[in-house]
């Protein structure tokens, strides 16, 4: 397709339409922060290409319109996973579109996904994790709440956001568990007693001192008294990986992985793991047996005299 030179109008709707998406998917799907992120971030990729190309509305491409735009993916060298999520997001964009009765048809349906290679996730040893436990001193506020969370986190294997987004009232220190809020629905995880200990600490001694005002409900608040954010918690996750000399690159989700694994080495069933990391369908979990399999290989190839 040759370079047009476009009409304001028509360029300045598909602004407006990837803005009513955008809506659509806050609103009526809600999905997370960091999907609507992906979406919006593809569609304004593909929102510069075609202005470009065709300087007309996303009404007027056609199927081999968007596949000319995939293939221009995968000459830059972009990942498998990459191109397929950008499919996703071209074929869930032109579906609304064709429900708002804007388009006649959906031209991404056909669009053929790149077979992505399924990476297993990374987990920490146990050793590995009992190192990083250890790194937070509490000798400060900051180091007893770090405590706390790092704790919380291992022992529930909840996601960041639902870690960050917890009140105080979402802990029940007497019964020693966690209320879990996720969108809709609610779920109930034990504590182990080291990380009762930390929460107790925490929320007794620690907490209140940290508030910027005693209305906050958040449970960990940064070091200006307010609900920790996603960032704030990366960086504190990097911080006691370096502390602690871990060479594995760890993410907040890496302990989750751990968690859940290192559950099913130790004899938990599927459903059990299923239900307190709040997968909604099974075969999220069943990727942990692979996890595990992969790992007790692993151990043979290096232990075994004969292998």
């Given at each position: 397709m040759g370079k047009h030179p476009g009409n304001e109008r028509e360029t300045m709707a598909n602004t407006i339409y990837i803005g009513q998406y955008e809506t659509y998917l806050q609103e009526v799907k809600r999905v997370s922060q960091n999907t609507l992120s992906s979406y919006m971030r593809d569609l304004r990729q593909f929102e510069q290409y075609w202005a470009q190309c065709a300087g007309t509305t996303f009404c007027k491409a056609l199927h081999h319109d968007l596949e000319t735009y995939i293939n221009r993916l995968r000459q830059a060298g972009k990942s498998a996973a990459t191109v397929s999520r950008n499919i996703v997001t071209l074929r869930s964009f032109y579906q609304f579109l064709l429900e708002c009765g804007i388009v006649p048809l959906n031209p991404a349906s056909n669009l053929v996904s790149d077979?992505?290679?399924?990476?297993?996730?990374?987990?920490?040893?146990?050793?590995?994790?009992?190192?990083?436990?250890e790194q937070p001193e509490c000798v400060d506020p900051k180091g007893y709440r770090d405590k706390a969370m790092l704790e919380t986190l291992y022992a529930t294997g909840i996601r960041v956001s639902e870690l960050i987004g917890l009140d105080v009232e979402d802990v029940n220190l007497l019964a020693g568990v966690l209320?879990?809020?996720?969108?809709?629905?609610?779920?109930?995880?034990?504590?182990?007693?080291?990380?009762?200990?930390?929460?107790?600490?925490?929320?007794?001694?620690?907490?209140?001192?940290?508030?910027?005002?005693?209305e906050e409900q958040a449970l960990f608040v940064n070091l200006a008294g307010e609900r920790m954010s996603r960032q704030g918690f990366w960086k504190i996750?990097?911080?006691?990986?370096?502390?602690?000399?871990?060479?594995?690159?760890?993410?907040?989700?890496?302990?989750?992985?751990?968690?859940?694994?290192?559950?099913?080495?130790?004899?938990?069933?599927?459903?059990?793991?299923?239900?307190?990391?709040?997968?909604?369908d099974i075969s999220s979990t069943q990727v942990y047996v692979q996890?595990?399999?992969?790992?007790?290989?692993?151990?043979?190839?290096?232990?075994?005299?004969?292998?």
């Open positions: 077979k992505a290679v399924k990476k297993l996730p990374q987990i920490l040893t146990s050793r590995e994790i009992e190192r990083l436990l209320h879990c809020k996720h969108w809709n629905k609610e779920r109930t995880i034990p504590l182990y007693p080291a990380a009762i200990a930390a929460q107790e600490e925490y929320i007794t001694r620690i907490r209140p001192h940290m508030l910027s005002t005693p996750i990097k911080y006691y990986q370096e502390k602690a000399k871990i060479e594995k690159e760890i993410t907040p989700h890496t302990l989750r992985h751990s968690f859940a694994a290192h559950l099913l080495e130790n004899g938990a069933d599927l459903r059990s793991i299923q239900e307190m990391l709040g997968h909604a996890l595990v399999k992969k790992q007790l290989k692993d151990v043979y190839h290096m232990a075994h005299p004969r292998a």
